[in-house]
């Protein structure tokens, strides 16, 4: 397939362009889905299936986040491990943690 990107018009190389990434969703989804389906005969021959590896992976569950960002709501913490900046910056700017609160 050779094409001479030169002589497309604007309008052909963004269409082109839409044709391409579309291509690789598709090509991404299905590599996926092949990952996914080895993956699971792999762990089928031990016996296994990939909800019970995941269960033993040795993390155990996140939390249930305590605090929120009040300037961006998506932002949480649950209280543990290292304070994310936007709580540092709150604390910094005279806020309690107490203000932060869910």
Same mark, same amino acid.
């Given at each position: 397939?050779?094409?001479? =990107? ?6 052909? =190389?963004?269409?082109?362009?839409k044709?391409?990434?579309? $291509? ?8 996926? $889905?092949?990952? =996914?389906?080895? $993956? ?6 031990? !016996? ?6 995941? $269960? &033993?992976? #040795?993390? #155990?569950?996140? !939390? ?9 709501? &998506?932002?949480?913490?649950? !209280?543990r !491990? ?8 709150? =604390? ?8 932060l609160?869910?």
């Amino acid at each position: 397939m050779n094409m001479d =990107l030169d002589k497309m018009s604007k309008e052909e =190389l963004l269409a082109l362009r839409k044709d391409v990434d579309r $291509a690789l969703k598709t090509v991404e989804s299905r590599r996926k $889905a092949e990952a =996914l389906r080895a $993956a699971e005969e792999a762990v089928k021959e031990f !016996g296994f299936s990939l909800n019970d590896l995941q $269960a &033993t992976s #040795g993390k #155990g569950p996140k !939390g249930a986040p305590k605090y929120r960002n009040p300037n961006d709501p &998506t932002q949480t913490w649950t !209280g543990r !491990g290292r304070k994310p900046k936007w709580v540092n910056a709150a =604390l910094e700017k005279g806020m309690s943690i107490s203000d932060l609160e869910i």
